[in-house]
């Protein structure tokens, strides 16, 4: 089955069970549905959301592909300054640009965040700007290995990769959120922290340290003003799953148009209520909502968006 997480930047795809600075919601709505803002203040009457985000500023880490990528320009679309984070030049590069050419605001981070030099130097890049308001842990990795291929030495990096590399970016970012009595920080999880498949059991344990690690830091941040919350994605049509479904598709005989591929995969490999693969901007959507002010009421949360495929009441 495709993976039940976040597709994390700069990560190979596993396939396993698994603009101006908006004032109001108004023209944002605008932009996305390609209406110009008058025809969609007149489409608007006063029914969409205002997430109240613009002048906040966000690192999103791993944010030059992939569910980085969407979130990073999702959040600049409601006028947060982004800063864009990845460890190669020219994707991360491409995905500001993209930023500054559609009317946001961002800035560029590169850096590893496997060791604590690292972290540093992405945490004074990050912070050069001004205060960091919602910090996105989305940077990560994952290998196809099962139980006797995955040794005690991959197990280690890969709960550095995805569970101590946001530690140490929570270590250096949330103590200034506390002293501005503001702030949000979001873990991308994903369904197989808590229904576990046999493949790659060092992801999903890790997976699941991210659940847990931000439900702790919620307890933590009590009376701070700052919340702590996991948005959990299904299986998503991100580049790299699609050209990977094309070019397994012959193997389980889907066909060849996307329509027929993605229905395939849906029934055979990620089942789930709503009968298709998840998009990027859905996940970048529930993200965007738990780092505005409507979310203030909610801190140690798990956000699933997987249409359906958890089958669990928590």
């Known amino acids: 089955m495709l993976r039940v997480a976040g597709s994390h930047a700069e990560a190979p795809v596993p396939i396993m069970g698994g603009q101006t600075p908006a004032q109001s919601m108004n023209g944002n709505l605008g932009r996305r549905l390609g209406l110009t803002t008058a025809t969609a203040r007149t489409q608007k009457k006063g029914t969409d959301m205002d997430l109240r985000l613009a002048g906040k500023r966000a690192l999103v880490t791993g944010s030059s592909a992939g569910l980085g990528e969407a979130i990073a320009k999702f959040l600049a679309a409601e006028g947060v300054t982004v800063v864009v984070h990845g460890r190669d030049v020219g ?28 972290a540093d130097a992405v945490a004074s890049a990050a912070l050069d700007g001004g205060g960091i308001d919602i910090l996105v842990n989305n940077a990560g990795a994952y290998h196809h290995l099962s139980w006797m291929e995955a040794t005690q030495d991959r197990w280690i990096e890969t709960y550095q990769s995805n569970v101590v590399s946001g530690v140490r970016m929570i270590h250096r970012l949330v103590p200034g959120m506390k002293e501005r009595h503001w702030g949000r920080v979001i873990q991308i999880g994903g369904g197989l922290a808590i229904q576990p498949i046999p493949m790659q059991p060092d992801y999903e344990a890790s997976l699941a340290a991210r659940h847990n690690l931000a439900v702790s830091l919620a307890r933590e941040l009590k009376d701070t003003g700052v919340t702590s919350n996991v948005v959990a994605p299904g299986a998503i049509r991100v ?14 005989g889907w066909g060849s148009g996307w329509e027929e591929i993605e229905r395939g995969c849906v029934r055979d490999m990620v089942p789930n209520d709503v ?23 909610v801190s140690g949360a798990v956000l699933r968006v997987d249409g359906g495929t958890i089958r669990s009441v928590n």
Do not use: K, M, W
Request: glycine share 10%; net charge negative.
């Open 91 to 118: 994707r991360t590069n491409a995905v500001a640009h993209a930023i500054h050419a559609a009317g946001g605001r961002a800035q560029v981070v590169i850096g590893d965040l496997l060791t604590d030099g690292g």
């Open 239 to 252: 580049p790299a799953v699609e050209e990977l479904l094309v070019e397994i598709a012959p193997r389980f």
């Open 275 to 297: 009968g298709r693969l998840g998009r990027p901007e859905e996940i970048a959507a529930a993200v965007a909502y738990l780092a505005s002010c409507q979310a203030d009421y």
